[in-house]
């Protein structure tokens, strides 16, 4: 028995330290989840008896620079369902019905959203509701609150919850500046991408109390609690809403008039290069854009100011004035002699004109427009030293305007560039920029010779109005050209407007300087696209203080005239005009009172419609090539001030004209090296056949045509002094 006594003890102390082991384990644990554990675990209870819904922040504005709200966001109520509830407590075949006919859905839709997420906590069933369609769902709530009702507790498991929503006031106004959100409030284009950080703010939620079913409470067990969100931030522009609307409305006029397949318009203070307006049309309206369509939203959100690059034509030859100049390459007494085209590696590059310019100063070449006085500037500089000047003025480069999707332009390797190639640069073909980029660079050209960093936001603020990121004005690069270049130039293009292809940029009461231009388009396989153009021009006021600058521009006008001097230049006349007066700067040119009526031009020879117009007062200056004209600026019958200018468009137009082929001419009698240049002038390349000092034969006959390039094969008789054979041209 004893024995037995032992063995039990035994067996008692042995089960009271398992069990004293197991206590500390349990107590070691429980201390070490009220302890350790402690707030991830009352995190876990809570999610057990409570339900979080987001509230959605209240995205910040974007203004203009004078305050004027363009994009703002408004409170709205988004549909939440939460099926456990509905399914236990309310009357899901009810609220389907009601929220189909209230959301105009399908009610298979309806069914469907919610049936196949019936297993969720939370269904964010319908976002961005209109303020009609929620007074709708409120007055079913209330009546479902509402023990008397019939619809008593249909709707349990149906709540509206505060949502925002992105609106434009304004419509279709600065629509690829702006861009637009997507229905979660994220920017997709436009400012509201780039600075979409700033805009976004950070969402709040509200939290409800549930069973442990999942279903909410209802009365007074259940505890409501919400925490405000945090609204982002203001975005300033220096877009002005007043100049805007004034460039959108020339901008619609231009599209309707001249049947254009686009236009694009910037305006900017050429001192600061802030932009004042930007424009791109077609465009859309930013509060309803065509998500559906990919293809036409991809067209009509491409902000084309600053992501196309283009041949910019004559505009160009701005820079390259302003390069000869700066250079030592050109001054005001440089004289340049036009015949009408200029044969560079053997290809002839024709002037735009219709007749020769002859002899002209530096200022009327640039009145004139005239290529091959441009050609010359280019060739004179040569490649590098021309290419220097260019990348200073900011070409071959993203200007860092502040926007997504901007691009550098194309310019061509220096390695690779024939002196045929930089000929054409020199008057703004086998180039091509962004808009942005030739308004920059030309602004540097106009206000003293530094480069500008353009930008579009002007400052962030917080809901007090306190600045908390603001932006200045950048000098890129200063003395890009001098002082003295900056206002001889100002004089040459204020002369353009004054007395060349400019005049119709002119505004009354104020001097304004720019430049025309007018090119023609290339495919994508590099072929000219006939009848398709890039009309443009490039004006600013006042000439000798430029405060405003504008560059419009013209995509395959299809109206009677394809000249930038027709096209554009009066739209930006007219911008300027309202600019100018809307920001206050006075009038500094006399109005002339002379004015009389333009005489009908239109049909007639081109020397005839200059006699007409001389005799009745006006001077004339002639675009194109053709024998009759097919267009005038003014139009006959409008009234103009005596000694204007008078625009006349013939049937062929554009700075990239040329002609690749040629007439053989005449060569018998000749000598070899008379041969040989009359060849050379009209780009032709000569092959000898026998020995002898006069052209007896040649082949292609004379009157023949031929492309330049090609080789003629001359026949000589037979005393010819060998001594006196050229080398013979490689075909």
Not at 20 to 38: D, E, K, N, T, Y
Not at 76 to 82: P, R
Not at 303 to 330: H, M, R
Not at 628 to 648: H, M, N, R, Y
């Amino acid at each position: 028995m004893a024995k037995t006594g032992i063995i039990n003890r035994s067996r008692v102390v042995a089960l009271f330290c398992i069990f004293a082991i197991l206590g500390v384990i349990v107590l070691g644990r429980m201390a070490f989840l009220m302890l350790f554990w402690a707030d991830e675990n009352l995190a876990k209870a809570s999610n057990q008896w409570v339900r979080e819904t987001s509230v959605s922040a209240q995205r910040g504005n974007i203004t203009d620079r004078n305050g004027e709200i363009v994009a703002g966001s408004a409170s709205c109520d988004m549909v939440v369902i939460f099926p456990a509830t509905l399914y236990e407590y309310g009357d899901p075949d009810f609220v389907m019905e009601q929220l189909a006919q209230i959301l105009e859905m399908d009610i298979k839709d309806v069914r469907k959203k919610i049936e196949a997420n019936k297993d969720r906590g939370q269904i964010d069933f319908q976002r961005q509701i209109s303020s009609e369609q929620s007074a709708a769902i409120n007055e079913l709530l209330a009546n479902s609150s509402d023990e008397d009702h019939p619809d008593y507790r249909k709707m349990r498991g149906v709540k509206l919850v505060e949502d925002t929503k992105r609106y434009y006031p304004m419509g279709d106004f600065m629509t690829q500046v702006l861009g637009f959100t997507n229905i979660d409030g994220d920017g997709l284009e436009g400012v509201e991408a780039r600075y979409n950080k700033y805009l976004t703010g950070t969402d709040g939620y509200v939290k409800y109390e549930k069973d442990g079913k999942g279903l909410e409470l209802s009365g007074d067990l259940n505890v409501e609690e919400y925490i405000a969100p945090k609204d982002g931030y203001n975005v300033v522009l220096t877009l002005d809403a007043v100049i805007q609307g004034f460039v959108e409305k020339a901008a619609e006029q231009c599209l309707i008039e001249q049947k254009a397949a686009s236009v694009r318009c910037i305006v900017m203070d050429p001192n600061t290069a802030e932009i004042l307006a930007m424009a791109n049309l077609p465009d859309y309206d930013n509060n309803d854009p065509p998500r559906n369509d990919t293809a036409l939203l991809n067209q009509l959100t491409r902000n084309g100011c600053i992501a196309d690059s283009y041949e910019p034509g004559s505009t160009f030859k701005i820079l390259t004035t302003a390069a000869a100049l700066e250079t030592g390459n050109a001054t005001l007494n440089s004289t340049y002699y036009c015949p009408g085209y200029r044969i560079v590696d053997g290809q002839k590059i024709r002037c735009w004109s219709y007749r020769p310019h002859g002899s002209q100063t530096l200022t009327q070449a640039v009145e004139h427009s005239c290529n091959p006085a441009f050609m010359d500037m280019a060739l004179s500089m040569g490649t590098e030293l021309f290419y220097d000047k260019l990348y200073e003025l900011g070409l071959g480069t993203t200007t860092d305007i502040g926007l997504y999707g901007e691009a550098s332009g194309i310019i061509t390797a220096s390695k690779y560039v024939r002196d045929v190639d930089l000929a054409r640069i020199g008057f703004g073909q086998s180039i091509a920029v962004t808009p942005i980029q030739l308004i920059t660079a030309v602004s540097a050209v106009i206000n003293g010779g530094s480069l500008m960093q353009p930008y579009v936001v002007k400052e962030i603020t917080n809901a007090q109005g306190q600045a908390i990121q603001q932006y200045q004005p950048t000098v890129v690069r200063e003395n890009v050209i001098s002082e003295d270049t900056s206002r001889v130039m100002r004089q040459i293009l204020q002369s353009v407007v004054d007395n060349g292809s400019g005049r119709n940029g002119a505004v009354e009461g104020y001097a304004v300087g720019g430049k025309t231009g007018t090119a023609q388009k290339y495919g994508e396989d590099g072929t000219i696209e006939s009848g398709k153009y890039i009309s443009s021009f490039c004006g600013f006021a006042p000439a000798d203080d430029p405060q405003v600058v504008v560059l419009f521009i013209v995509d395959e006008p299809g109206g009677s005239s394809e000249y930038g001097s027709i096209v554009a230049a009066p739209y930006v006349s007219q911008i300027l005009e309202d600019t100018l007066q809307y920001l206050g700067v006075p009038q500094s040119v006399s109005v002339q009172e002379d004015t009389r009526e333009v005489p009908y031009v239109t049909g007639m020879a081109p020397e005839l419609a200059i006699a007409q117009l001389e005799a009745a007062g006006f001077t004339a200056v002639v675009e194109g090539v053709g024998d009759s004209v097919v267009d005038q600026l003014p139009a006959g019958g409008e009234t103009a001030v005596q000694g204007s200018t008078v625009v006349l468009g013939l049937e062929n137009v554009g700075d990239a004209l040329y002609d690749n082929q040629v007439l053989v001419p005449d060569l018998a009698g000749k000598t070899a090296s008379e041969a040989k240049k009359a060849l050379e002038e009209l780009g032709l390349k000569m092959r000898i056949r026998g020995n002898g000092s006069i052209v007896q034969s040649q082949s292609p006959v004379a009157g023949s045509q031929l492309y330049v390039g090609d080789t003629v094969t001359v026949e000589f008789s037979a005393e010819m002094n060998p001594a006196q054979t050229p080398e013979p041209e490689e075909s």
